[in-house]
């Protein structure tokens, strides 16, 4: 039985739940989940990871989120939005209007348009969690298929199957000949087209790519382009959360599918990395209005609207993104520079503890090659989130480090089908979205451990 399999077979049985009246009697009721949560009931590797570090004291360089607050200019804006801006009704179910007319000039100006409008191509949502959630449940048919590059942020496969469709992965394969992760997680356009079936609904690209950090170049984009183009019937998810983590514009900038691909794509973005706010959950789609009408219809049922006042900061803070910011031209231009700083710093540590960084040029994850390392691998060991043996090596190689050495990271067999699990099993995610004290005091461990073996 594979991996999938088996973790299906577990959790499809029908539960039972015990719990309690208000008198203190024990009531018990037999709950099966609907088909569409088939598998998904278990707990994720972010349950299993976030509290074992801390249960450890670990640094946890694993879930990634940001480890400093967000800009005063940003938290100001949080004030004013409150205070002086009365953000705190309902926001119009679409979007909050000055948040979507700020977008729209964004957009505009990044895809060298002039025709996105604030009322018709652009929707908000609680997160691009939600404006993906809201894609999918409005764009996929029952059986639709919709194609994933893996790894995958594992959020992917389970939003497509609520949606009543079928994941079909298309792995990056390693490359022996690669000088950083972008050339090194490659994508077979050949490989790709034959995913594409008479079913393909949707195709969600991640770039920069979440976990590897992968970038990809225009002639990769242009490659994917003329492929989507022979199938009309396909709309290209482009998951851009990490647009502005990119750290070297001029050898390999970020470019936005949206700007070769226009009429087949939805663009997904998101405020929490760019302005350390992942807890606001302030998340857009932007494109054409008969791909963007699709999320505002999910949308207007779901929440009906995102909250305002998180919204109304949001747009006061992307204007002020755009102005000088401590002696560079940007904000953003500050952002890339210190999670450039910061990745050097975890890329020291993971080689003091004999790792191979494969170092992408963008977001604030890195992909280590761990097959130096040698532990006691306890391959039949099972965790509720891991719940089939054998366990995956990085599953386990992250379990003992974390109780070891004290330092977490991410196994990126959670990104991978079970087919394609042997790809992760050398590798491992670390976040370096921390405070340089926090990397620093990683590296120690690092060292202190692999030093002394
Ligand atoms: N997409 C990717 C690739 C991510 O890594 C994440 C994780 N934050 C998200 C989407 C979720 O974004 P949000 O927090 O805005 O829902
Ligand atoms: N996107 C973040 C990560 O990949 C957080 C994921 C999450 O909290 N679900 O680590």
Redesign the pocket.
């Known amino acids: 039985m594979n991996l999938r399999k088996a973790v299906l077979a577990l959790s499809s049985r029908s539960t039972i739940h015990q719990t309690r009246s208000r008198r203190g009697c024990r009531l018990f009721s037999s709950l099966v989940l609907a088909d569409r949560l088939q598998g998904l009931d278990r707990p994720t590797v972010?349950h299993e990871f976030s509290p074992l570090a801390a249960q450890h004291q670990a640094i946890n360089l694993g879930?990634?989120?940001p480890e400093e607050d967000p800009p005063a200019f940003v938290q100001n804006a949080m004030h004013a939005a409150v205070y002086q801006r009365n953000a705190n009704q309902y926001a119009r179910s679409a979007a909050h209007m000055p948040l979507a007319h700020v977008l729209a000039d964004d957009y505009n100006s990044k895809l060298q348009r002039t025709d996105i409008v604030a009322e018709t191509h652009i929707a908000t949502a609680v997160g691009c969690t939600h404006a993906l959630y809201c894609a999918l449940m409005g764009l996929i048919q029952a059986r639709d298929e919709v194609i994933l590059l893996e790894p995958a942020?594992d959020i992917y496969s389970s939003q497509v199957q609520m949606a009543g469709g079928k994941a079909v992965y298309v792995p990056l394969r390693p490359s022996s000949d690669a000088s950083g992760a972008s050339d090194y997680f490659q994508l077979d356009l050949e490989e790709f087209e034959r995913a594409i079936t008479p079913q393909t609904k949707a195709f969600i690209l991640n770039t920069p790519h979440?976990p590897t950090g992968k970038i990809f170049s225009q002639t990769e984009l242009e490659g994917i382009a003329e492929i989507v183009r022979k199938h009309p019937r396909i709309t290209v998810i482009a998951d851009e959360v990490y647009e502005y983590l990119v750290f070297d514009k001029t050898k390999e900038p970020h470019v936005p599918m949206a700007s070769l691909l226009w009429d087949q794509t939805l663009t997904l973005s998101s405020a929490g990395k760019t302005f350390s706010c992942t807890g606001w959950k302030v998340g857009w789609a932007v494109g054409p209005p008969h791909l963007v009408q699709a999320v505002t219809a999910v949308q207007q049922w779901v929440t009906f609207s995102a909250p305002t006042v998180n919204q109304d900061a949001i747009a006061q803070a992307l204007v002020q993104a755009r102005q000088p910011y401590q002696g560079l031209p940007s904000y953003y231009d500050y952002l890339a520079d210190d999670y450039h700083q910061k990745q050097q710093l975890l890329v020291e540590a993971l080689q003091a503890a004999g790792m191979t960084p494969i170092v992408p040029a963008g977001g604030f994850f890195i992909m280590a090659d761990t097959s130096a390392i040698e532990f006691p691998y306890p391959s039949m060991e099972k965790t509720p989130a891991m719940p089939v043996t054998p366990m995956p090596r990085d599953w386990a190689l992250s379990r003992w480090m974390t109780q070891t050495v004290g330092v977490t990271a991410?196994p990126p067999s959670a990104f991978y089908s079970p087919e394609n699990v042997p790809l992760a099993q050398n590798l491992l995610r670390f976040?370096y979205c921390k405070n340089a004290e926090t990397l620093q005091e990683a590296h120690r461990r690092f060292a202190a451990y692999f030093q002394n073996q």
């Open positions: 972010w879930q990634g989120y942020f979440n991410i976040a």
